[in-house]
């Protein structure tokens, strides 16, 4: 199994006073990108970041789930530019846990919907009233992958990728201009390549996907992403893995934006049951929005075959 964990997903709330109107309006435009980024990453290929495919008639469970605690925003304007942490009293947190079912039309095509279920909190403990969220269903995704090569042993493998995320969010806030709503009702389209190989006890995937960004409800276009992975999974014995992955997202068309992960993490796997759990530790951070230190991440696996 190779985790393939998302990027963040924010959420906030802040007072609605004077300058900190202003503020929060700025902050909402970066964490408004950071959505957009954010459900751009989590549509990355199926089985995990690997060119593998399920048998032709059968289906697969799979869901993943994480929760990030933000603490830094940057800042492009005033003194001191840069990476700062998040003022004084401010929370902002977001969870997601996202089934996804597979069904293999062949024994080399395999389709995915995944059907994310999303929260985004923010709390101002200097403003009036408690923290709020938006919480419900996100954008669903359906991506099919069919695998073109497979080495006479059964490795190197290779497969194409493709994907469209619907606007199935809730594009409205619970406090419009302030908290960020699910979804910014684009409809997104992805296409994408991905290696596996494996040498004695271990595997590798290296995949590159590249996700073109439809119009936003609210007027406007936002970069097309470039998402890379590149993982290794290394087996114990019969039933324990260590999991290494580095993840990337890119923002193009002359943005600045860069996230980049390591993602230690170790699995179990039964008869038809695969277990991982991770941790996405920040490594390179550029352009607008907020981003977490380190984020658990777990997933499931479940074989109808």
């Known amino acids: 199994m190779t985790m393939d964990g998302p990027c963040p997903v924010p959420r906030a709330r802040f007072h609605s006073g004077g300058n900190q109107v202003r503020t929060a309006q700025f902050f909402v435009v970066t964490l408004s990108c950071v959505l957009l980024i954010s459900s751009s990453a989590a549509a990355l290929p199926i089985v995990g970041a690997s060119a593998n495919t399920i048998p032709a008639g059968t289906f697969m469970l799979d869901v993943w789930g994480i929760w990030q605690d933000y603490s830094v925003n940057y800042k492009a304007t005033g003194d001191d530019p840069g990476w700062c942490g998040l003022e004084s009293g401010r929370t902002v947190t977001s969870g997601s ?47 099919p992958k069919i695998q073109v090569y497979r080495g006479e042993e059964g490795f190197p493998r290779a497969a194409l990728l493709a994907g469209v995320r619907f606007p199935t969010g809730d594009t409205e806030s619970v406090e ?70 580095y993840k990337g997202v890119f923002g193009t068309e002359h943005s600045e934006f860069t996230r980049t992960y390591i993602c230690p993490g170790i699995s179990w796997s039964g008869s038809n049951t695969t277990i991982g759990f991770s941790g996405l530790v920040s490594a390179v951070r550029e352009g607008a929005g907020l981003d977490f230190d380190w984020a658990p991440y777990f997933r499931v696996y479940y074989r109808f075959f």
Do not use: Q
């Open 176 to 245: 419009p201009g302030l908290v960020p709503p699910i979804s910014d009702g684009s409809t997104d389209y992805m296409l994408g390549v991905v290696g596996t190989h494996k040498i004695a006890s271990t595997t590798m995937h290296v995949c590159a996907s590249y996700w073109m960004n439809g119009a936003k409800k609210s007027g406007g276009d936002s970069p097309d992403l470039l998402v890379g992975l590149a993982s290794v999974e290394m087996e114990l014995d019969e039933d324990w893995a260590l999991l290494w992955e």
């Open 97 to 143: 846990f996202v089934p996804r079912i597979y069904y293999g039309v062949t024994d080399r095509f395999t389709v995915r919907v995944s059907l994310p279920f999303e929260d985004r909190y923010g709390e101002d403990t200097e403003a009036d009233g408690g923290g709020k969220s938006n919480t419900g269903l996100g954008d669903i995704i359906i991506d």
